[in-house]
């Protein structure tokens, strides 16, 4: 048996697979990682000289100790090709003290063309997406890389940090049938929890 599944608040339809018996395939298929940042946690980024010197450790590879702050970086990118406003908030923890130096910014909107940009995967030059801004770390594409510095309180066998995500940005489908397409756009805003695991407290 084959069903639609609709949004219970705007009653938009979520999940439409085809009618035909055979196909496995779906006529409409919006899930949530079409529309939310991906985080990662990237094990070494790409750092501009200024950085390199205030911090000589490679971010994210510092160990984790009670009481010692460490840097930690994590990465947005944007799945949207219109850009989307990010709002990163710490939630209620014991486990450890966190300062984000860039709470909110701009995703750039997404481009096939990055796709096919492998310069920051394979490591860049070291003065590779320069920012003047604090907090942000590097700047590529449709990607944002943002620095916490974690502080953790009590040893732990896995550290997890619980963020709260306020995603903004405007509709890309407008009403054709409006006298202005523009103004027919809406703004769309989507809250989310991330639980990011940081590893061994030592």
């Not at 980024?45 to 984790?64: C, I």
């Not at 510095?149 to 509709?171: N, W």
Request: charged fraction near 20%; hydrophobic fraction near 40%; glycine fraction near 4%.
């Amino acid at each position: 048996m084959k069903l639609a599944r609709r949004c219970r608040t705007c009653h938009h339809i979520l999940i439409k697979p085809e009618s035909k018996a055979q196909a496995t395939r779906f006529k409409i298929q919006l899930m949530a990682a079409n529309f939310l940042p991906t985080i990662t946690l990237p094990p070494m980024l790409p750092r501009t000289r200024a950085a390199a010197a205030a911090a000589p450790e490679p971010l994210n590879a510092t160990p984790l100790r009670v009481g010692v702050t460490a840097p930690v970086v994590l990465r947005f990118a944007n799945p949207l090709y219109t850009e989307m406003d990010v709002d990163v908030a710490v939630g209620r923890t014991d486990a450890a003290l966190t300062d984000i130096l860039a709470p909110q910014f701009t995703l750039p909107p997404f481009a096939e063309i990055w796709e096919y940009d492998e310069d920051e995967e394979d490591g860049g030059s070291p003065d590779s997406g320069p920012s003047t801004r604090r907090g942000i770390v590097h700047q590529h594409g449709n990607r944002i890389a943002i620095r916490l510095d974690v502080t953790p309180q009590a040893p732990a066998d896995s550290l997890r940090l619980p963020l709260r995500i306020t995603c903004t940005h405007m509709d890309d489908l407008a009403d054709i049938d409006a006298p202005d397409l523009n103004a027919s756009r809406r703004v769309v805003t989507n809250v989310v929890w991330a639980y990011v695991s940081l590893g061994t407290v030592n």
